[in-house]
């Protein structure tokens, strides 16, 4: 398999799975189907499923047939424009008949039959429910309430059954679902209510999305397809580079190089007052109460805990933040005025001794680290991870000082290295996308929502295994500590006096 830097993560995150995934090395080389039936392509729902999986299984495979029934011309030419415009490098057919099943390595088909002596899966969504079976059990056939948060869900979770016939993922480490329903409005399982209908309006009133990577690029697609209205500052410093490919829900081969945040703003803009800015968190917040506004409300697609805790020190009135892994997934909401812990409360950094970083950098011991003026001597080499005795050796008769600052300086550059790439795959961020956006709506419609604040299920074993993580504010976190006065500057900012 080559191991190109457009399916670079995708390819990472399958050699993590070790020994449980028997085909990591050779996945993406195999043959997929994808195909629907009638009565199902022929609901928003359906059509949405299938447009999203398609978006998704390019990002996991090279080879990917498409099979529609007779009567979807304009599935059929859209479905093409998608696949011309986002390819980058994928074998994609479309087959007036499909060729014998049994040939693919996978199925995934919309609709609602199983097809358990095939590697099929099927899927469809109805209201808040998404619906997958790879087993023997059919799926309900009512897809009439129309939402394109569940059916990207849908999307992903077949998705991520494809992933896992095209792994050969061990049973023990994800099982194949039969009949699976996922409730995107209570986090749910074994709930079979398809839950209220979308508003005819969602008013955002200046609202800010950090990060238009995997998990901002779901939350882009699905703000695109809502009725959304009102104001959005998009903020993101980076520009899409190849290996994002394997991992951005919407972009192709013609984004590489621009910057993501006027990327999302040219999408949205036709919808609702979209503004991006190229800049990180730091440097935007100084703008704020000046020349931009305030945000009210703040979607989080980020990758670290600096800027987590920077955008909960906005203190807009909710923050829903999305959160990826390999293959977990989590969406966490953090509104003001409630004993529901903040994001400085549910990720706290550890301490770091710089003794033990210089350690690690270097390989010396933390006893020697702080004799900086001795030289680096056998025994220093003799004792170090094997990993680190080359590179000491190469510093043999060196004074220590100057060998920790070699070492640190390169392990920072490694450090950055790595934050810019994370093993992924599309259909856990698009998970939490949908999560997020689930969140938002609840917020926007004033309904209630069960997090408190946050739920997370890994994507291989499914949301049957998900758990919820409440959570009350930290006593000694600034959220509790300094509540008075985040009170006076929430009400500075809206303009208000006391009574």
Request: proline letters at 5%.
């Amino acid at each position: 398999m080559k191991n190109d830097a457009t399916y670079s993560r995708p390819v990472a995150a399958a050699v993590r799975l070790g020994e449980s995934a028997l085909d990591r090395y050779r996945f993406i080389d195999k043959q997929i189907l994808l195909t629907g039936e009638s009565e199902l392509l022929a609901t928003a729902n359906g059509r949405e499923c299938f447009m999203d999986s398609l978006h998704l299984l390019i990002r996991i495979c090279k080879n990917v047939s498409i099979h529609l029934p007779c009567g979807f011309d304009d599935l059929s030419s859209e479905s093409g424009s998608i696949a011309d415009r986002i390819n980058f490098g994928c074998n994609i057919r479309f087959l007036k008949e499909p060729s014998e099943l049994n040939q693919y390595d996978a199925v995934l088909s919309v609709g609602t039959k199983a097809q358990p002596a095939l590697p099929w899966t099927v899927i469809n969504s109805n209201g808040w429910l998404a619906r997958v079976s790879s087993g023997r059990t059919d799926l309900p056939s009512d897809c009439s309430l129309a939402n394109p948060i569940s059916s990207l869900a849908a999307a992903s979770l077949g998705v991520s059954e494809v992933f896992k016939r095209l792994l050969r993922i061990k049973e023990e480490r994800g099982r194949f679902f039969d009949n699976l329903t996922f409730s995107l409005f209570t986090y749910k399982t074994d709930d079979s209510d398809i839950g209220p209908p979308l508003p005819e309006s969602i008013q955002l009133e200046s609202a800010l999305l950090v990060g238009v990577g995997a998990i901002g690029n779901g939350i882009v697609h699905l703000l695109n397809q809502l009725p959304v209205q009102g104001s959005l500052m998009i903020l993101d410093i980076q520009v899409f580079q190849p290996e994002n490919l394997g991992t951005c829900l919407l972009i192709g081969p013609s984004e590489i190089g621009k910057e993501k945040s006027l990327f999302a703003e040219e999408l949205l803009k036709g919808k609702m007052a979209a503004k991006g800015y190229n800049e990180d968190l730091f440097s935007f917040k100084a703008k704020l109460g000046a020349a931009l506004p305030y945000p009210s409300v703040i979607l989080n697609a980020l990758d670290n805990i600096p800027a987590r805790h920077a955008s909960q020190d906005i203190w807009p009135d909710v923050i829903i933040d999305g959160a990826i892994s390999d293959f977990a997934c989590q969406v966490s909401r953090h509104p003001w005025g409630e004993d529901i812990a903040c994001l400085k409360c549910v990720f706290r950094e550890a301490a770091r001794s710089a003794e033990k970083d210089a350690s690690t950098a270097t390989g010396l011991r933390e006893d020697r680290v702080r004799q900086a003026f001795e030289v680096v001597d056998e025994q220093d080499i003799l004792l170090a991870p094997a990993e680190k005795k080359d590179w000491l050796r190469e510093h043999l008769g060196q004074k220590l000082c100057s060998v920790i600052q070699d070492g640190v300086a390169q392990q920072i550059s490694k450090d950055k290295q790595n934050a810019l790439f994370e093993p992924s795959v599309p259909f856990v961020a698009c998970l939490s996308a949908s999560m997020v956006i689930a969140e938002l709506v609840k917020s926007a419609a004033g309904w209630k929502s069960s997090l408190e604040p946050r739920f997370q299920f890994d994507v291989l074993r499914g949301p049957d295994y998900g758990q919820p993580f409440p959570q009350s504010r930290r006593r000694d976190c600034i959220c509790v500590e300094r509540e008075s006065n985040i009170n006076k500057i929430k009400l500075r900012r809206s303009g208000k006096k006391r009574a």
